[in-house]
């Protein structure tokens, strides 16, 4: 078992549900029929947002969507390790927009396990050992990642994000 983030793409309605009961955050975004609703890296996550934004940690950057701060936190998470985190639907379109902008060859030219190492990226000693090898590993969530942000982005939708 290891850490993986998710991310849930919530109408307007649904986060302010959420706002009111938020113990309930965990079961919506885990619900059987979230579908396409839900996303997640497995535990490539971190590297993922290394290549991203070119910092491990959360940033201002519009990329900087795999790793909040306590400020964006709706709700704590008794499954996982922390909360849950909101980013808001301008803050969907940002993001969309700016992984738009990125080719998957230059996202994949961005990998560096030696500077996530060096960094503290999640998984980064065994990226390193890896090497090119474990690229295809950490870019397998891109597709789907793009097509989520379109998506929310297209239906001015919230971002739910958890760290479980």
Known sequence: MGMVVYLYRATADEVAGLAAAPDMVHETIFAEDAGERLVDFDKAWHALHFMLTGDA????????????TDEELIGTDEHGFGGYRLVEPSGVRAFADALSAISDEELAGRYDPSAMAAEHVYLADLFEEDGEEALPYVMQGVPALRKFARDAADAGNHIVGVLS
């Open 57 to 68: 940690g959360s940033t201002d950057h519009p990329l900087s969507i795999l790793v909040g």
